[in-house]
């Protein structure tokens, strides 16, 4: 991308004429819009699982399984080993690629079961608890499981396709249905360690039904291995170190503090990542297929990354943010008093998903253009940025940690941002202003907010259903302060929200004939 001469025509019209001219533009942001909404559904069900089982257990077995699962993300990554953006991005011999990385990440998988349960001593020594140490041996089980799945995954979202979407919230609910029985007959860690594997069994039948397919063993070979591996490699490396800055995150805090307070970082965590990742998440499901096949079209390549920052943040920087004025009453009011410290550290954590929503955007491009070596890059300042500031911040206990993470996430994503600046050739304000209506009327959102729940309605001092209202009341009213912001600095940013939920219910157009792909 880089080194080319870009088409005439000035960089205004590129940022404007970027409306979908195809049908792939209308299965993309249709795709994209049916996972916004599944990602809304993933989000109620996620925050009601929470709530219930933040009621059956004390934050403390939270902390116990966080620290037994500290490692689940290391290994299945090295399972994963970049095979499934490899065969997502793979633009021929798909059948051997596919069969072969499934060879590869089942090989991988058990491997790397044997080396996790070996290590298991070691989590539990570290963090003083031979119930951890336990716990994360039986997990090591999960991870061949988990690698089953991957190229029927690659393979589902090839096809841009809405399906594999349906699959969190399906594995959401059979988590809890799981956990809510074990928990209230006090099995403590061993409730959610039996729901992680109930869990994992329900996402495997999922994934194998949607996907329609069966490896073929015979097409597997070590030269498609290489090949593969060749693009995978940095992906690897580079989700090797964001998955490591995560586990660090968590290393920390349960060192630092106790698995109580470990046990709160992580609720809070979960509770406002889990906010925005999905739709962050469901629209780079649709991203990396989707601008691997413009990518040849320099000046539509890059309309389509702005576009697609354009609108993601549109969706997650209020969500994210909302966080600042509403994360204490938000804990006071569902989670309860002994959760009550979660709420500080939510409003300290406010700023992941902002950063998350630049840097998923770079990354799906970086991926679709070839610049894979930009990602460890990009993810090095994952695993050390967020560790970093936290170790300064740690005098200002749990709520300094949340903001450590924060701030570290904002370094990676501005890295980020100044990454696709050179890769398409575009001035970095060019790429941050199409953010600005987003952070505009999500700053006058957080204000409307505040003034709210502190001089108007004090929903963290009721309780009960008027509570519940209170704060639902004051969420509707920063969400009428956002959208008339937005219709104020940009309308277009209105209009353009509009028209992408309108290819939620558009027919798609019919499509040319194309070969079958698995």
Same mark, same amino acid.
């Given at each position: 991308?880089?080194?080319?001469?870009?088409?005439?025509?000035?960089?205004?019209?590129?940022?404007?004429?970027?409306?979908?001219?195809? @049908?792939?533009?209308?299965?993309?942001?249709?795709?994209?819009?049916?996972?916004?909404? %599944?990602?809304?559904?993933?989000?109620?069900?996620?925050?009601?699982?929470?709530?219930?089982?933040?009621?059956?257990?004390?934050?403390?077995?939270?902390?116990?399984?966080?620290?037994?699962?500290?490692? %689940?993300?290391?290994?299945?990554?090295?399972?994963?080993?970049?095979?499934?953006?490899?065969?997502?991005?793979?633009?021929?011999?798909?059948?051997?690629?596919?069969?072969?990385?499934?060879?590869?990440?089942?090989?991988?998988?058990?491997?790397?079961?044997?080396? @996790?349960?070996?290590?298991?001593?070691?989590?539990?020594?570290?963090?003083?608890?031979?119930?951890?140490?336990?716990?994360?041996?039986?997990?090591?089980? *999960?991870?061949?499981?988990?690698? +089953?799945?991957? /190229?029927?995954?690659?393979?589902?979202?090839?096809? /841009?396709?809405?399906?594999?979407?349906?699959?969190?919230?399906?594995?959401?609910?059979?988590?809890?249905?799981?956990?809510?029985?074990? %928990?209230? !007959?006090?099995?403590?860690?061993?409730?959610?360690?039996?729901?992680?594997?109930?869990?994992?069994?329900?996402?495997?039948?999922?994934?194998?039904?949607? !996907?329609?397919?069966?490896?073929?063993?015979?097409?597997?070979?070590?030269?498609?291995?290489?090949?593969?591996?060749?693009? =995978?490699?940095?992906?690897?490396?580079?989700?090797?170190?964001?998955?490591?800055?995560? @586990?660090?995150?968590?290393?920390?805090?349960?060192?630092?503090?106790?698995?109580?307070?470990?046990?709160?970082?992580?609720?809070?965590?979960?509770?406002? /990542?889990?906010?925005?990742?999905?739709?962050?998440?469901?629209?780079?499901?649709?991203?990396?297929?989707?601008?691997?096949?413009?990518?040849?079209?320099?000046?539509?390549?890059?309309? =389509?990354?702005?576009?697609?920052?354009?609108?993601?943040?549109?969706?997650?920087?209020?969500?994210?943010?909302?966080?600042?004025?509403?994360?204490?009453?938000?804990?006071?009011?569902?989670?309860?008093?002994?959760?009550?410290?979660?709420?500080?550290?939510?409003?300290?954590?406010?700023?992941?998903?902002?950063?998350?929503?630049?840097?998923?955007?770079?990354?799906?491009?970086?991926?679709?253009?070839?610049?894979?070596?930009?990602?460890?890059?990009?993810?090095?300042?994952?695993?050390?940025?967020?560790?970093?500031?936290?170790?300064?911040?740690?005098?200002?206990?749990?709520?300094?940690?949340?903001?450590?993470?924060?701030?570290?996430?904002?370094?990676?994503?501005?890295?980020?941002?100044?990454?696709?600046?050179?890769?398409?050739?575009?001035?970095?304000? +060019?790429?941050?202003?199409? *953010?600005?209506?987003?952070?505009?009327?999500?700053?006058?959102?957080?204000?409307?907010?505040?003034?709210?729940?502190?001089?108007?309605?004090?929903?963290?001092?009721?309780?009960?259903?008027?509570?519940?209202?209170?704060?639902?009341?004051?969420?509707?009213?920063?969400?009428? @302060?956002?959208?008339? *912001? %937005?219709?104020?600095?940009?309308?277009?940013?209105?209009?353009?929200?509009?028209?992408?939920?309108?290819?939620?219910?558009?027919?798609?157009?019919?499509?040319?004939?194309?070969?079958?792909?698995?």
């Amino acid at each position: 991308m880089g080194g080319r001469t870009r088409p005439s025509g000035s960089r205004s019209a590129l940022v404007q004429d970027d409306k979908p001219r195809s @049908a792939l533009a209308e299965n993309v942001v249709r795709t994209g819009t049916v996972g916004t909404a %599944l990602a809304l559904v993933t989000q109620v069900l996620s925050f009601a699982t929470f709530i219930v089982l933040a009621h059956y257990a004390p934050p403390s077995t939270f902390g116990d399984f966080a620290a037994a699962s500290v490692l %689940l993300g290391l290994s299945g990554l090295f399972t994963e080993a970049g095979m499934h953006a490899a065969v997502v991005q793979r633009q021929d011999q798909v059948e051997e690629a596919a069969s072969t990385a499934f060879v590869a990440n089942i090989v991988g998988g058990f491997a790397l079961c044997l080396a @996790a349960a070996i290590a298991s001593p070691i989590i539990g020594f570290f963090f003083g608890s031979r119930l951890v140490g336990l716990a994360a041996a039986v997990l090591a089980g *999960t991870i061949p499981l988990n690698a +089953t799945c991957i /190229v029927p995954s690659a393979l589902i979202r090839r096809r /841009v396709s809405a399906r594999l979407l349906f699959v969190p919230p399906i594995t959401v609910i059979a988590n809890a249905v799981a956990a809510v029985p074990l %928990l209230a !007959a006090g099995l403590g860690v061993w409730a959610l360690v039996i729901a992680m594997y109930v869990a994992t069994a329900i996402r495997i039948l999922v994934v194998w039904t949607l !996907a329609a397919w069966r490896p073929e063993f015979r097409l597997a070979s070590w030269e498609m291995w290489r090949s593969l591996s060749h693009y =995978g490699r940095p992906v690897m490396v580079s989700l090797f170190l964001r998955e490591a800055g995560f @586990a660090g995150i968590t290393a920390f805090v349960g060192r630092a503090f106790n698995t109580t307070i470990l046990g709160q970082f992580r609720y809070a965590q979960r509770l406002v /990542v889990q906010s925005t990742s999905s739709i962050t998440l469901s629209s780079a499901f649709v991203l990396l297929p989707a601008f691997t096949r413009i990518v040849r079209d320099e000046r539509r390549f890059a309309a =389509g990354v702005l576009r697609s920052l354009r609108i993601l943040s549109l969706l997650v920087f209020p969500i994210s943010l909302a966080f600042i004025p509403l994360g204490r009453p938000i804990a006071e009011i569902f989670l309860g008093e002994e959760w009550s410290g979660a709420g500080p550290i939510m409003m300290g954590l406010a700023g992941v998903g902002v950063s998350l929503c630049f840097s998923s955007v770079c990354a799906e491009a970086f991926k679709a253009c070839g610049r894979t070596d930009l990602l460890p890059r990009l993810h090095a300042i994952t695993a050390t940025a967020p560790v970093a500031l936290m170790f300064v911040l740690l005098p200002a206990g749990p709520v300094g940690m949340g903001l450590g993470v924060s701030a570290g996430l904002c370094l990676e994503s501005l890295y980020a941002v100044r990454a696709l600046s050179r890769v398409l050739q575009i001035p970095l304000l +060019t790429i941050l202003r199409q *953010t600005q209506p987003a952070f505009v009327g999500s700053l006058v959102m957080v204000s409307a907010l505040f003034a709210l729940e502190t001089h108007v309605f004090h929903a963290a001092s009721a309780s009960g259903i008027k509570a519940v209202m209170l704060l639902a009341l004051e969420g509707a009213l920063g969400t009428v @302060a956002y959208l008339l *912001t %937005l219709a104020v600095v940009s309308g277009t940013s209105l209009i353009e929200l509009r028209r992408t939920l309108g290819y939620l219910v558009r027919r798609p157009r019919a499509q040319a004939p194309s070969t079958q792909e698995p």
